[in-house]
């Protein structure tokens, strides 16, 4: 099957989402944003950087520091031109990166309440540009070259309406004919439905004042009330429910067998009759057609998702055994069509009937009988407790699953950096959760106070631990704990800075590689070629493994 192609210039957004490029009166305003670490505003910066430009980056940089701002506050803190930055965002627009919204913003004594349009970076959206190679091997296992084409081509390109993508199908051999566009099309529909494809959200959507219920006090109206409140938390979470289409809009692909025939129609007419059918289907024609412009892009929470599982299966695997990732995956499968979320604490009760039925459908799992998964089960519910069981009803524990991966990785740390001993110092604190004075730390390890000592004291200036001191009479104690929420984040920007640094090192190889072949890899520089070659393989297998490690801490 051949690749396709977009002959127009598919990274010119469409009219749906240019309009909202316009000046607004900057006003002060207090907006609950999501926090990003420095190493992860740099690291992201960089993504852009090597995608777009330093120019789409240093507007990138600017609303990832100072949050989301009006085209005229952009202006001034970029010191770039209007124009320039406009066309900026459109490329971050048409790349999924940015979020445009309006914000309804209350008026002064006697003036109305007015209404801002802002922009927004999305972090996440940035972060996921370096697995789109992880997204394209997940379709290739399920699914036909023709959609991992698609899915390419959507990467590529960012956003497209279905005209463009015929389009570009159209031009290829393949696509010449009739049969090639109900593949396209079948295709298409398969993505959609799978819900790797989706349509793109609304383009501007308007965030208004909360009500007077909404506003008062979380104390005065209730638990529950101030649950439902709470969620979405952040200002990024609040504009992406805002903009999300309804579930049945956001997967609905309508098949259209007559989509060719109607093309070759308008290719036959004459050029005048031609243009007029361009126009009407564009509504440029005087402005007299309003049509709807529907945009698809790839739906990146979904491919999350799968990795997420992915993840959750190897863990699963080697801390237990095969046959257990087998009952894991069936319960993964038979609950994959009720997730909504991606960060979700659990998966939806399943009975042990409906979770046997998926196992025998896997060629692993048809040499199972029902009592040898219920004890399957068993192990997976027990320490450490992977499943939940409620009323013979089991339940896959998300949450715990990732706390597990998330103190490996950290332990592993730990041993990396300060040795044997501080990991098992760290581990022990770790699963007792609560401070614990320096000997009895040294006894439990067998370590002698003093090295103890000096261990706990270089993981708590490289802020693994948390030091209390604890003054009782002439005698001065050390109490010692490990906060895994704060150090999570630590490690988190830690592991952004690692990333940063092997894109730089990647990039550095790749120049190398590059004057080599300029010079010609014959004779001695064959040698330096492939060495170089190898070199770059490998750091570039260590980043793809860090990014999974930062999906560990930062997406699931």
């Known amino acids: 099957m051949a690749q396709l192609h977009v002959p127009k210039n598919p990274t010119q957004p469409s009219s749906s989402v240019s309009h909202s490029l316009h000046s607004q009166k900057p006003k002060k305003q207090a907006l609950t944003t999501a926090m990003v670490s420095q190493y992860g505003i740099k690291y992201a910066v960089h993504i852009i950087t090597n995608h777009f430009g330093p120019l789409v980056a240093k507007v990138c940089d600017c609303l990832l520091k100072k949050g989301p701002l009006p085209l005229r506050e952009i202006v001034r803190y970029t010191e770039l031109s209007e ?13 999924n990166c940015l979020q445009p919204f309006l914000l309804e913003e209350e008026g002064g004594f006697g003036e109305v309440n007015k209404v ?13 540009r370096v697995r789109f190679s992880k997204f394209m091997a997940i379709v290739s296992q399920e699914f036909n070259k023709l959609c991992v084409d698609l899915i390419e081509t959507l990467l590529q390109h960012g956003r497209l309406s279905s005209e463009q993508i015929f389009d570009g199908f159209r031009d290829s051999t393949e696509g010449s004919s009739s049969g090639g566009m109900e593949a396209l099309q079948e295709n298409i529909h398969k993505l959609v439905m799978a819900r790797y494809v989706e349509r793109c959200p609304i ?13 008062a006090p979380a ?21 992406l ?14 098949l259209n067998p007559e989509i060719g025939a109607d093309r070759e129609k308008a290719e036959n007419s004459s050029t005048g009759d031609k243009r007029k059918l361009d126009a ?3 509504g440029t024609d005087g402005g007299f057609v309003d049509k709807q412009v529907v945009l698809w892009r790839v739906n990146c929470e979904e491919f999350t998702r799968r990795l997420r ?27 994959r069509s009720e997730e909504k979320k991606i960060k979700t604490a659990s998966s939806v009760p399943l009975s042990e009937n409906s979770i046997y039925a998926e196992v025998i459908k896997s060629e692993k799992g048809r040499n199972m009988t029902l009592d040898y998964v219920i004890s399957v089960l068993v192990g997976l519910s027990s320490s450490p407790p992977f499943v939940r069981v409620v009323d013979n009803s089991y339940s896959i524990d998300y949450k715990h699953i990732i706390e597990v991966a998330q103190t490996d990785e950290v332990e592993s740390i730990v041993y990396k950096k300060y040795g044997k001993d501080a990991y098992r110092m760290f581990r022990l604190l770790s699963k007792t959760g609560r401070f614990l004075e320096t000997d009895k730390i040294s006894d439990s390890i067998f370590v002698e106070k003093k090295e103890t000592a000096n261990i706990l004291s270089k993981m708590w200036q490289g802020d693994y631990l948390q030091m209390e001191k604890l003054v009782a009479g002439p005698t001065q104690f050390l109490l010692w704990k490990v906060n895994m929420i704060n150090l999570r984040e630590r490690v988190l920007d830690d592991m952004f800075h690692a990333s940063l640094n092997l894109s730089l090192r990647v990039a550095y190889e790749l120049e190398q590689q590059k004057e080599i072949l300029h010079l010609g890899v014959d004779g001695p520089m064959k040698e ?16 793809m493994k860090l990014d999974d490690a930062i999906m560990i801490f930062h997406d699931f």
Do not use: W
């Open 83 to 95: 124009t320039l930055v406009r066309n900026c965002l459109l490329v971050l627009i048409q790349h």
């Open 116 to 128: 801002s349009s802002l922009y927004m970076v999305l972090f996440d959206n940035v972060l996921h």
């Open 203 to 215: 383009s501007e959507p308007f965030l208004a004042l909360p009500s007077e219920e909404e506003a």
């Open 219 to 239: 104390r005065r109206r209730g638990a529950k009330s101030a649950k439902v409140f709470l969620e979405p938390e952040t200002l990024e979470q609040r504009v």
């Open 241 to 254: 429910a805002a903009a999300v289409p309804p579930e049945g809009m956001r997967f609905s692909f309508e």
């Open 280 to 282: 009407l289907e564009s």
């Open 309 to 335: 599982h992915k993840i959750c299966i190897e863990i699963v695997r080697t801390r237990l055994d095969d046959e257990a990732a087998t009952v894991f995956t069936a319960m993964l499968n038979a609950s």
């Open 528 to 543: 330096k070629y492939e060495k170089l070659k190898k070199v770059r393989f490998l750091l570039e297998s260590s980043r």
